[in-house]
């Protein structure tokens, strides 16, 4: 096994840092897995039998990365350059009741790998030997293409492992166990013991995801969507459309909810406690989508709406209305207050009816382009002074 880390042979250089402080390290989960499948992966995983922070400052004072502590866990992460990597304490976890976080205490590598989600994460390399530890036959359910979890209670202590099972199982077109799948159906109601910030974090990752409609319509499929969010409609439609410069996981989310209705905003904040980014990117998504079919529109809040709103909310309703949206959409202004001033009116209330007027005749197709933005503004300006 070999993993670059800009150049720099990692697994050499863990082995190096093992041998002077004869603390054992480990590549772990994920990054083995793909690394057996030939999917690149820049989130690595180490695992140590002693203190991660220790070892972590050290392998920083090789790579130059920066570095973030969590002291309670004794593991840090190291960014370097695109890669992320997590330096772990080895550790047991014990779960007092369904869906908390778990009780830890510091261990060896078996039992680290024994908390895991599924086999095929629960694998190790050995950096000291040179060879891979799997002591769940995760190599065999790897080669097989199928999702196991390590024990019947897995699903219980942990319901995000729910999401994990259909990300892992669709990214990958695996099978997931018969058991597993079972156990999967069981616990789909200890969802609702989940806090909104975990249940948040589970539908992001999946929003990420190459594959994120099949996913979702799988989610639809347990009943998932239900359990979180009730009488909301998720909407699946253009959910693997993508566009760039923009923030994939807010396009994603703004498409997912698209058919909201008005009072959803507000139960969609409090089950997932989105940001205020969201939140109104929820508003403006609802308030421009409900103008389209107005036809009293609300122009002056239409074209300040989308003077401020993201790019992404835009993107939202282009890729669900298609030529509908773009007489919204297209109305964008190029044109400022500033230009009005430039064109010698004294600020005045007047601006703001200039400007509507201006938007007006660009969502009817009157003028196009910021250039006939300035001259239909112009012969505005002329006949206000002209008194017309």
Do not use: W
């Amino acid at each position: 096994m070999r993993i670059l880390v800009n150049g720099i042979d990692l697994i050499r250089l863990l082995k190096e840092i093992s041998l002077k402080t004869k603390i054992k390290s480990y590549i772990v989960g994920g990054v083995v897995r793909d690394f057996l499948l030939g999917v690149k992966n820049l989130d690595i995983d180490v695992v140590v039998e002693g203190d991660g922070i220790e070892f972590a400052y050290i392998l920083l004072s090789y790579l130059k990365g920066d570095i973030v502590v969590y002291e309670a866990f004794r593991t840090a992460t190291l960014s370097y350059h695109n890669f992320s990597i997590d330096i772990i304490s080895a550790r047991k976890e014990y779960y007092e009741c369904p869906a908390a976080l778990p009780t830890i205490e510091f261990s060896n590598i078996y039992d680290d790998m024994a908390r895991r989600d599924f086999t095929i994460n629960a694998l190790a390399y050995d950096v000291m030997e040179g060879k891979i530890l799997d002591y769940f036959n995760g190599l065999e359910d790897l080669k097989k293409g199928v999702i196991r979890v390590l024990h019947s209670k897995s699903f219980i202590d942990d319901p995000t492992r729910i999401f994990r099972a259909i990300r892992y199982a669709t990214r990958y077109s695996f099978e997931i166990e018969e058991k597993t799948h079972n156990l999967m159906k069981e616990s789909i109601e200890n969802i609702r013991l989940l806090s909104a910030d975990r249940i948040r974090n589970e539908l992001l990752l999946v929003l990420k995801e190459d594959k994120a409609k099949e996913m979702i319509e799988k989610i639809i499929s347990y009943g998932i969507d239900k359990v979180i969010f009730d009488e909301i409609t998720l909407n699946t439609q253009n959910l693997d459309t993508v566009y760039t410069n923009i923030e994939v996981e807010l396009y994603r989310f703004l498409v997912l909810f698209y058919y909201l209705k008005e009072k959803d905003i507000n139960e969609i904040e409090k089950k997932l406690r989105i940001n205020k980014i969201y939140f109104k990117a929820l508003k403006d998504l609802f308030f421009l989508r409900e103008q389209l079919n107005c036809q009293n529109k609300n122009i002056r809040k239409i074209r300040e709406t989308i003077d401020k709103t993201k790019e992404e909310v835009l993107r939202a309703i282009e890729v669900m209305e298609g030529e509908k949206a773009e007489k919204i959409i297209k109305g964008k202004l190029t044109v400022r207050g500033k230009d009005i001033k430039n064109l010698g009116l004294p600020p005045s209330p007047l601006y703001g009816e200039l400007l509507d007027k201006v938007f007006e005749a660009k969502i009817n197709g009157i003028i196009t382009t910021g250039e006939e933005e300035i001259e239909f503004l112009k012969r505005l300006i002329e006949k206000l002074k002209k008194g017309e």
